[in-house]
């Protein structure tokens, strides 16, 4: 059960911005973390992002990530092919004690 | 380098139950706690369970509370979901993943399929 709200679809051509919203409440996203995941298809989930806005090893700049509340966002700049998947948020819920993740936004480049 | 492999999944009847495992190597695996998400076919990410590096702390989906139970063992850097109870919508690709950063690292999946 989802609990964070993403939108189902975004998209845009080659180099242009896109932009992801997560929206939660107090007990996840304004109380903690929130991470971000790029799924592609048929592969497990990768981290994009983690701790709001950090980019672990490897994952380009092209993917910034920010938290404002009890909202995030995830930004992939110079839009690529290959960024064509399914992105996630996730942050741990105190109510639940456990992680609630986002109803996932799937990425197209036209 | 985290290395994180799911087995156990398979074809199981109503009512009946599995056990999963998750092999870890590349890191220190009694220091970190872990987490078994699920992916239903065409449908996004459910978080299933957690364990903290000691068990000391375990928590679970409303959905499979009182069905499923997580468990390490940290002498063999595994990590175990024991399933009962099996439902037709508990069938999904289960992952095993592991935390700091949170749910930073990603087994390969293991596919249950809950069918009579």
């Known amino acids: 059960q989802s609990v964070l709200t993403q939108p189902p679809s975004a998209s845009g051509t080659p180099g242009q911005r896109v932009t992801i919203s997560c929206s939660g409440s107090t007990s996840n996203i304004g109380s903690n973390y929130v991470s971000w995941f790029q799924q592609l298809p048929g592969t497990a989930p990768k981290l994009l992002i983690n701790r709001n806005s950090q980019r672990p090893s490897g994952v380009p700049d092209r993917f910034s990530g920010s938290k404002s509340g009890t909202s995030a966002s995830l930004a992939i700049s110079g839009l690529r092919s290959e960024d064509e998947a399914d992105y996630y948020c996730?942050?741990?819920?105190?109510?639940?004690?456990?992680?609630?993740f986002g109803t996932g936004t799937k990425v197209t480049v036209l | 380098e985290v290395q994180l492999v799911e087995s156990g999944g398979g074809l199981v009847q109503p009512g009946g139950s599995l056990r999963l495992s998750c092999a870890a190597s590349?890191?220190?695996?009694?220091?970190?706690?872990m987490n078994w998400v699920r992916q239903a076919p065409g449908k996004g990410l459910e978080w299933v369970s957690h364990i903290s590096s000691s068990s000391s702390t375990l928590s679970y989906a409303d959905s499979v509370k009182g069905r499923f139970t997580i468990s390490r063992d940290n002498a063999k850097n595994s990590l175990y979901l024991q399933m009962n109870s099996l439902r037709d919508e508990d069938t999904a690709v289960y992952y095993c993943a592991r935390d700091a950063p949170a749910l930073g690292f990603w087994g390969q999946g293991t596919l249950v399929t809950v069918s009579s």
């Open positions: 996730a942050a741990w819920d105190d109510s639940l004690s456990g992680y609630v």
């Open positions: 590349g890191f220190t695996f009694s220091s970190y706690s």
